[in-house]
């Protein structure tokens, strides 16, 4: 259980006694005992004028002193205007936030490091946004012109909102961002699956952009160096951000991932098929064409296997989610897919029928004669491919079958 000590008078603390304020700034802190009191005193300071820029009506400063072993917590019950809550013991940055949330009285929740690094001052602007864009979540991105970011933060901070972007189909040029405006709706909406280690604030801007019912926006702000040294770990954390990125985005889009790369498959195994159709004009069948075969068959067997799965996979992420369905986010790909799995058993069995008694039927009487396939053998191969293509439209009807059967079941209990 986090204590809570207070800088200020109790009687300002009581809601009965003092408005509701609509902002609430949470600031972490972690042994920022050389940067806490700057930092906080520049955000007392700043009040008055984040108040007119917003607009906002009655803010509140919340210091959460995540188990810190120096002066960190002694410093900021000097601070009249700050409320203090302390954690015994060192619990991670977004456990610190989370508790700051559960404190805070503000329908508005704002947060921003302890290390001096962000101008309080923007939280202005942050809310104006919040107002006027009709935003659930405002970033405050740190790489505009004149941020003294490290050249390799820099970097890390690009490539990972280039690799968010990649999977929601929108895009904030700072992720990581220490300094941010949501409403407690969207927090509410975010804070089961959000981390309490460093990676809270990589997490919370995957996990935004990539629900559809929330709108994010992005504020320029400044960025100085920190005081004090930096508890960020350039590879082991930036692996921790690029890591749990992923893990989300494929958790939310895996259709994403796996639509992309069985498509790729599968156009690969159409351009082995036509050089093969085409080289066999002009050559003599030999080897070449039996390793052009078995590319095409491994190709489109592994690309329907991953399409399948993106498909089925997206569908019960979106039903667990209660997000509308797959279709409409996919292109013509997915548009294919989704009428095979309305008819997968049906072409299943077509396949299945043209394999057996079509081009299954040469090779196996010319084996029977000669016990050997002389001359039939690429058929018994391309029959080979189209067997393969048939399990697999037979499974993605199968499952389309189950995943349909109980999103009807779920809607029948909600009802």
Same mark, same amino acid.
């Given at each position: 259980?986090?204590?809570?000590? !207070?800088?200020?008078?109790?009687?300002?603390?009581?809601?009965?006694?003092?408005?509701?304020?609509?902002?609430?700034?949470?600031?972490?802190?972690?042994?920022?005992?050389?940067?806490?009191?700057?930092? !906080?005193?520049?955000?007392?300071?700043?009040?008055?004028?984040?108040?007119?820029?917003?607009?906002?009506?009655?803010?509140?400063?919340?210091?959460?002193?995540?188990?810190?072993?120096?002066?960190?917590?002694?410093?900021?019950?000097?601070?009249?205007?700050?409320?203090?809550?302390?954690?015994?013991?060192?619990?991670?940055?977004?456990?610190?936030?989370?508790?700051?949330?559960?404190?805070?009285?503000?329908?508005?929740?704002?947060?921003?490091?302890?290390?001096?690094?962000?101008?309080?001052?923007?939280?202005?602007?942050?809310?104006?946004?919040?107002?006027?864009?009709?935003?659930?979540? !405002?970033?405050?991105?740190?790489?505009?012109?004149?941020?003294?970011?490290?050249?390799?933060?820099?970097?890390?901070?690009?490539?990972?909102?280039?690799?968010?972007?990649?999977?929601?189909?929108?895009?904030?040029?700072?992720?990581?961002?220490?300094?941010?405006?949501?409403?407690?709706?969207?927090?509410?909406?975010?804070?089961?699956?959000?981390?309490?280690?460093?990676?809270?604030?990589?997490?919370?801007?995957?996990?935004?952009?990539?629900?559809?019912?929330?709108?994010?926006?992005?504020?320029?702000?400044?960025?100085?160096?920190?005081?004090?040294?930096?508890?960020?770990?350039?590879?082991?954390?930036?692996?921790?951000?690029?890591?749990?990125?992923?893990?989300?985005?494929?958790?939310?889009?895996?259709?994403?991932?796996?639509?992309?790369?069985?498509?790729?498959?599968?156009?690969?195994?159409?351009?082995?098929?036509?050089?093969?159709?085409?080289?066999?004009?002009?050559?003599?069948?030999?080897?070449?064409?039996?390793?052009?075969?078995?590319?095409?068959?491994?190709?489109?067997?592994?690309?329907?296997?991953?399409?399948?799965?993106?498909?089925?996979?997206?569908?019960?992420?979106?039903?667990?989610?209660?997000?509308?369905?797959?279709?409409?986010?996919?292109?013509?790909?997915?548009?294919?897919?989704?009428?095979?799995?309305?008819?997968?058993?049906?072409?299943?069995?077509?396949?299945?029928?043209?394999?057996?008694?079509?081009?299954?039927?040469?090779?196996?009487?010319?084996?029977?004669?000669?016990?050997?396939?002389?001359?039939?053998?690429?058929?018994?191969?391309?029959?080979?491919?189209?067997?393969?293509?048939?399990?697999?439209?037979?499974?993605?009807?199968?499952?389309?079958?189950?995943?349909?059967?109980?999103?009807?079941?779920?809607?029948?209990?909600?009802?």
């Amino acid at each position: 259980m986090a204590t809570e000590s !207070v800088a200020w008078p109790v009687e300002a603390l009581r809601a009965s006694d003092a408005p509701e304020p609509e902002l609430s700034i949470v600031i972490p802190a972690y042994n920022e005992e050389r940067g806490i009191v700057a930092t !906080v005193e520049r955000t007392l300071a700043a009040l008055s004028g984040i108040s007119a820029a917003g607009p906002v009506q009655g803010i509140e400063v919340i210091v959460v002193d995540d188990g810190s072993t120096d002066r960190t917590a002694e410093l900021v019950t000097t601070l009249p205007g700050a409320r203090l809550i302390r954690h015994p013991r060192n619990r991670g940055y977004g456990a610190a936030l989370k508790t700051g949330f559960a404190a805070a009285r503000g329908q508005w929740l704002a947060f921003m490091d302890g290390d001096g690094t962000c101008d309080p001052a923007a939280f202005g602007a942050l809310c104006r946004a919040l107002r006027e864009r009709s935003a659930d979540l !405002v970033i405050g991105t740190r790489l505009g012109e004149g941020s003294r970011m490290p050249g390799i933060r820099r970097f890390g901070n690009r490539f990972y909102a280039q690799v968010v972007r990649l999977w929601a189909q929108r895009q904030v040029t700072d992720v990581a961002s220490g300094m941010r405006v949501m409403r407690r709706s969207a927090y509410d909406a975010l804070e089961p699956l959000l981390p309490d280690g460093l990676h809270f604030t990589p997490a919370m801007s995957c996990r935004a952009l990539l629900d559809d019912r929330l709108a994010v926006a992005e504020v320029a702000i400044p960025y100085i160096e920190r005081i004090g040294q930096s508890k960020l770990r350039v590879l082991e954390d930036g692996w921790r951000f690029l890591r749990t990125i992923v893990e989300i985005a494929v958790l939310h889009r895996p259709w994403r991932l796996f639509g992309l790369a069985g498509a790729a498959l599968l156009a690969m195994a159409a351009v082995v098929a036509l050089w093969a159709a085409w080289s066999s004009v002009s050559r003599p069948l030999g080897d070449w064409l039996a390793f052009r075969m078995t590319v095409i068959m491994a190709s489109a067997s592994a690309g329907l296997a991953l399409v399948t799965t993106g498909v089925e996979a997206q569908r019960l992420v979106d039903g667990a989610l209660g997000r509308p369905a797959l279709t409409g986010r996919g292109g013509k790909l997915l548009s294919l897919v989704l009428h095979c799995e309305r008819h997968g058993m049906l072409y299943g069995l077509a396949l299945a029928v043209v394999a057996i008694t079509v081009l299954w039927v040469k090779p196996v009487q010319e084996y029977l004669a000669h016990h050997h396939l002389a001359n039939t053998w690429p058929w018994f191969l391309f029959g080979g491919i189209l067997g393969l293509t048939a399990v697999q439209l037979a499974a993605l009807g199968i499952l389309g079958f189950v995943v349909n059967g109980l999103a009807r079941e779920g809607r029948g209990r909600a009802q």
